[in-house]
């Protein structure tokens, strides 16, 4: 019978886990804008230098360095 | 489509995605171009730039900043995403932001020549906005990071001193067409809303135990030998307590506050019984368990602080990029710029403009203070204040209320009252007790629950004897299953799901309620009080009257081919009621602003403005708004101009005329009287001349009468009435720029819908009422078995979802019904 007292041991680190998961996601603020995180995911990554894109002037305006 | 076009489009095609939605578009409708950036018609004047077509060069500017900078992704993302800049240039407009003092409340943080801003852009409207806000480090890479919070409308930046300046920042978002939104309420006081996440935390761990505490639960329904039983029993019970203890007294902490607040003004609340029923779950459960006489309640507990926090979550959504709570500070301007005596400008701070200071004011600014014009040709736009829109001349000496908007050259003003001593403002001040004002509305729920919880106690009191007498160890058990049954889980359910649910079909439909419970105040209304400028008439649309021009045949051409080359709202009208014909050259065209434009057609001098531009005096007797017309210097009669009424106004006024008494207040003098005389039941709901004052005070005498109040406005000079109404309601073209502190906010173009919110609003109440019965109808159930001792906890674990579950359900459905049969756009999702 022990064993199922374990098993139930086990099994509620492994939830309050999943609460803490759910604290830390509310926290970093991942439900304030749901509409913009469930954008933000499609987008596609950079690709440099795609064929028909415009290429950036390679001479920047030295009062925006850095 | 021509054979020309048909290559350019198959050429198109080969390219690239966004030729290919350019194409799609172009194909769909052949007859007008869209202008690549912001999907309007192009019209005549198309400007082809890297073969795309733009309506403007605004537009064109736009996508030559994003094209620059590798960000066409942009127009990737959605058809279409720009929006048309209707603004003048940017000129001196951010000088402001290079004042320290205003830089350093703007800024959020500023260290080490990194600094953080956070914008409310009201702008951000599709996903490529998103995209574009946060790859903004493309087009200036001073900038190192933004993020957008799109639901709020808000972006903050991260950006290098040295790179860029926070006024370089805002002029580049202004370039593109997002420029923030900054007013003295964005600097007064910070409003530091923190987002209210407590109710994630209380839900999710109501939500945990409630998983954990069915699974321990589960056992001790079943029948396994004794030996197991026992087992079970004592060690699953524990934990069930351990894991009780935070769902009752943190996740149910809200309801115990709230019916101890309510008792301290001795009200009591719907929270009162819930409370109850909480302690009465927890400590009955505690004991069985303790005492090993029983399984306990913990699971039914758990149940139904999880839905009670899911109906206060959903009650809680609302709509975070409105602002509901708007004063006079979210209109007037950050700085000013202030004349020394020396005549050298500078930029103050508005909270240091004190009297007698000398200061300019370019076109479009705002008067900030009441002040006497001491140099240059005043026009005033009073339409903040009055709701008016036709500029108001002044001359040097005269006086110039705060509110009004210089519409012309620069003028200089020397400040007679300090800002917070201004006419505008004190008006402002008038109607601050929101508390004190009378009320003849009392929630239906707060009613309810009152004689519910009187009728609980009693019952539970009197059982609870009766059982003394008849066996007294079951007293005190009989006592708590009635607190525990009565707990009115599903009846605290109901008034968030379906007004929630009204407010967000609403919402599709234009109409948006600062709560759900403006639903409720709408239901109950039987007056509504309306204005008469933008409110029922349009804002810039206008009706052009030809009986006083003294014009015939081709020379009503000479002054159509003049207007059309003008965009001003008057000539826009005037274009559009004049006959057909083809336009004719226009040479040495001049348009002078709030005077009217002239130049030479068929070698003839016209004019068209007002009657000083055009005939050089003013004579009496001639209405307000009219367009005189001259050519060559012959006077040709006049042009009588009056704000078309909004489309739908007279269904509208029927329907609204059947149900509610009307009253009209309006800013403008009695001359649409005979028009609008039909829709109302006696002349004398029917006032002119309105100050804001006399609009309040109106209201307030309706009130007093016991009339329940509602009032449709949207210049600053209803904002008076509408805080005293029992519902104010603003009428706003574009919902998140302007609209004066009300309960819900309606998008002008659903105006002819207004009948059908009202109406919306009444079948919604019905739909409370009848899931206020059926939930009294399990109470009654329940109330059975605890009286009757034979409420175990299987019954209790079963009956408290189940009318939590078949409530929430029945007002979906119905919600959903009801709008499909009111012909509202359906909300099925939040």
């Known amino acids: ?19 803490i998961a759910f604290f830390w996601s509310v926290r970093t603020g991942q439900y304030d804008d749901p509409y913009g995180s469930s954008v933000r995911i499609l987008f596609d990554d950079e690709k440099p230098n795609e064929p028909g894109t415009v290429v950036p002037c390679e001479k920047e305006d030295p009062t925006n360095q850095i | 489509m021509k054979p020309g076009e048909a290559k350019k489009s198959k050429q198109m095609r080969s390219t690239k995605i966004h030729h290919i939605v350019y194409f799609c578009a172009m194909t769909k409708n052949e007859a007008s171009v869209r202008c690549f950036h912001c999907g309007e018609d192009c019209g005549s004047n198309i400007i082809q730039f890297e073969e795309k077509p733009f309506c403007c060069s605004g537009c064109q500017t736009v996508y030559e900043i994003l094209s620059k900078s590798n960000s066409v992704e942009y127009y990737k993302l959605g058809e279409h995403p720009g929006l048309k800049n209707n603004s003048a240039a940017l000129g001196q407009r951010y000088d402001f932001l290079d004042n320290d003092e205003i830089k350093s409340e703007i800024l959020d943080f500023s260290d080490n020549g990194v600094s953080r801003v956070k914008f409310f852009i009201p702008n951000i409207h599709c996903s490529s906005c998103i995209w574009l806000l946060e790859n903004l480090h493309r087009l200036q890479p001073g900038i190192m990071n933004s993020a ?12 290098h001193e040295s790179g860029i300046t926070l006024r370089g ?8 067409n997002y420029a923030p939104y900054i007013s003295l309420e964005s600097v007064d006081k910070r409003p530091k809303k923190s987002i209210n996440r407590g109710v994630y935390y209380r839900l999710g761990v109501a939500g945990f135990c409630f998983g954990n505490i069915m699974l321990f639960s589960f056992p001790s329904y079943l029948t396994i030998d004794d030996s197991v039983e026992h087992f079970i029993r004592q060690n699953f019970g524990i934990l069930n307590i351990l894991l009780g203890i935070p769902v009752a007294f943190y996740s149910g902490s809200g309801f115990f506050i709230s019916a101890y607040k309510g008792l301290k003004k001795r009200f009591i609340s719907i929270d009162l019984p819930i409370a109850i029923g909480i302690l009465a779950l927890f400590f009955r459960s505690a004991y069985e368990i303790i005492s090993g006489s029983g399984p306990g309640f913990m699971d039914s507990l758990a149940g139904l602080l999880f839905f009670l926090l899911i109906g206060k979550w959903y009650q809680g959504l609302t709509y975070q990029a409105l602002s509901f709570e708007r004063d006079y500070r979210s209109y007037f301007p950050v700085a000013v710029t202030l004349i020394s005596d020396s005549g050298q400008e500078s930029v103050l701070p508005l909270k240091h403009l004190k009297t007698g200071m000398r200061i300019l004011v370019r076109n479009t600014e705002l008067v900030p203070a009441d002040a006497i014009l001491v140099k240059g040709e005043g026009y005033i736009d009073y339409s903040f204040v009055s709701g008016e829109s036709d500029a108001v001349k002044k001359e040097e000496g005269q006086r110039i209320f705060a509110g009004g908007k210089q519409m012309g050259p ?11 001593q201004s006419r505008l403002t004190e008006l402002w001040n008038q109607k601050q007790s929101n508390d004190t004002r009378q009320n003849n509305m009392e929630s239906l729920i707060d009613v309810i629950s009152r004689y519910f919880t009187v009728v609980i106690l009693i019952l539970a009191f009197v059982s609870g004897l009766v059982w003394w007498f ?6 005190a058990l009989v006592v708590t299953s009635i607190l525990i049954v009565a707990c009115p889980c599903a009846l605290a359910m109901t008034l968030p799901f379906s007004f929630g649910g009204a407010m967000r079909v609403f919402g599709r439909n234009g109409f948006y309620v600062k709560r759900s419970s403006v639903i409720e105040s709408l239901s109950r209304i039987n007056t509504i009080v309306l204005d008469k400028t933008g409110t029922l008439t349009k804002t810039h649309d206008l009706d052009a009257n030809l009986e006083n021009l003294e014009l015939k045949g081709d020379s009503l051409n000479l002054v159509r081919s003049l207007a059309r080359h003008s965009t001003h709202p008057m000539s826009v009208a005037v274009y559009q009621a004049l006959p057909n014909a083809n336009p004719l050259p226009v040479t040495d065209f001049k348009e002078h602003t709030s005077k009217g434009t ?23 007797g001639k209405p307000a708004g009219s367009l005189f017309v001259s050519i060559d210097g012959m006077p040709s009669g006049y042009i009588i101009l009056k704000h078309k009424y909004r489309d739908g106004m007279r269904e509208v006024l029927t329907a609204l005329g059947e149900k509610y008494e009307l009253h009209l207040l309006s800013g403008d003098n009695d001359a649409e009287l005979p028009v609008l005389l039909e829709y109302f039941a006696s002349p004398e709901h029917l006032n002119f001349n309105q100050g804001p004052l006399e609009k309040l005070s109106y209201v307030r005498k309706l009130k007093a009468e016991g009339k329940r109040v509602m009032m449709i406005g949207d210049g600053l000079n209803d904002a008076g009435a509408l805080n005293e109404s029992d519902c104010g309601i603003s009428i706003a073209d574009d919902v998140y720029n302007f609209s004066p502190s009300c309960d819900a906010i309606l998008e002008s173009r659903q105006f002819g819908k207004l009948a059908d919110f009202l109406s919306f609003s009444k079948t919604s109440k019905r739909i409370v009422i009848l899931s206020m019965l059926f939930s ?23 009956l408290m979802p189940l009318s939590s579950v078949s409530v929430i359900l029945l007002i979906t459905v119905a919600t959903y019904l009801a709008s499909a049969s009111a012909k509202l756009n359906i909300a099925y999702s939040v």
């Open chain 2, 169 to 176: 920042l805002v002029e580049l978002l202004a370039s593109i």
């Open chain 2, 148 to 159: 957008v919070h799109f639901t709020k409308k808000e972006a903050t930046f991260t950006f």
């Open chain 2, 598 to 620: 002239e130049g030479k057609v068929n070698n003839l001098h016209i004019k068209l403005g007002s009657e000083e531009f055009v005939l050089g005096s003013r004579s009496a």
């Open chain 1, 1 to 19: 019978m022990n064993v199922i007292l374990v098993l139930v041991g086990f099994s509620l680190v492994v939830a309050l886990a999943g609460l």
């Open chain 2, 410 to 420: 620069a003028i200089e003003l020397l400040i007679e009252k300090e800002v917070t």
């Open chain 2, 776 to 798: 009294f109808f399990y109470n009654l159930i329940g109330l059975s078995f605890a009286i009757s001792g034979n409420l175990t906890p299987i019954v209790s674990a079963i």
């Open chain 2, 470 to 475: 008849i066996n007294p160890s079951q007293a």
